[in-house]
C-alpha cells in the first residue's frame, strides 16, 4: 500500500446504482465471493479508510454520484509502484473519446506534474 495515501478521502469503493441493494449488488456479491472474499460494506458517506482491512464501501450512486479527479493525479504512478506506458497512455484516449473532461491541474509536488489536461 501507499502510506502516503491514508484517510477516508482515499478509501476503497465502488459506486453502482442502488448500491448493494441494487441491479448490480448481488453480482457484485457473487464476483467477490468467487475471486476475493473482501467484506462489502454499504457505504453511508464520510466512511473511514479501508486500508489494511479487506473492505469495500458499495456506494450508491443514485444518492453519491462520482465526481471526476483532476486528470493530472489520475494515471501517474504511485510512490512505491512505477506503472506501463501503456497505463500512462490511457488518459488520452479518455479524454478523446469524452469518459473523461479536461480539468486545470494545480502544481504537483509529488510527480511534479503541472500540465493541464
Known sequence: PDYMDIGAAYRALVGVP???HGPHGDAIVAANAAVHNMTLLE???SDPDTIGHNTVYV???DVFPSVQAEVC????DDATVKYSDAYHELVDGLLENGRLEPTSCPPNLINGCSEDH
Open 18 to 20: 442502488g448500491g448493494l
Open 43 to 45: 457505504g453511508v458517506g
Open 59 to 61: 456506494m450508491d450512486s
Open 73 to 76: 493525479l489520475q494515471f501517474h
